[in-house]
Nanobody, 129 residues
Framework: QVQLQESGPGLVKPSQTLSLTCTVS??????????WSWIRQPPGKGPEWMGA???????YYSPSLVGRISISGDTPKNQFTLRLNSVTPEDTAVYYC?????????????????????WGQGTQVTVSS
């Protein structure tokens, strides 16, 4: 059973960098068919996929966040980390990490950013001065 746990500060000041870590247990973040995403849900809105890290093909980011977002992995600790810079109050949301399984097609993988089998419980991040 794969388990994911988000951690990080619950309050970030505007213009600063939001940093969250997802610690994974029961499975390895280096599993080639797995992808590890960050997803957020602002108050009163639907979920938004932010980006993902995959060990087969690297990182993918939402076009709306390119330039502000980075996702990295720490294999010894079996963690992956989200960094979002220049935050504004519009970045206030519940942030989730999640794991999905890619489909093997030919010699590569196909990822579905809306499909996940394991989720963290979510962590509230508020951007406010």
């Amino acid at each position: 059973q794969v388990q994911l746990q988000e951690s990080g500060p619950g309050l970030v000041k505007p213009s600063q960098t939001l940093s969250l870590t997802c610690t994974v247990s029961g499975g390895s973040i280096t599993t080639k068919y797995a992808y590890w995403s960050w997803i957020r849900q602002p108050p009163g809105k639907g979920p938004e996929w932010m980006g993902a890290i995959t060990w087969a093909d690297g990182t993918y980011y939402s076009p709306s966040l390119v330039g502000r977002i980075s996702i990295s992995g720490d294999t010894p600790k079996n963690q992956f980390t989200l960094r979002l810079n220049s935050v504004t109050p519009e970045d206030t949301a519940v942030y989730y990490c999640a794991r999905g399984e890619a489909t093997r097609v030919g010699g590569g993988y196909v990822y579905s950013w809306s499909s996940y089998d394991y989720w963290g419980q979510g962590t509230q991040v508020t951007v406010s001065s």
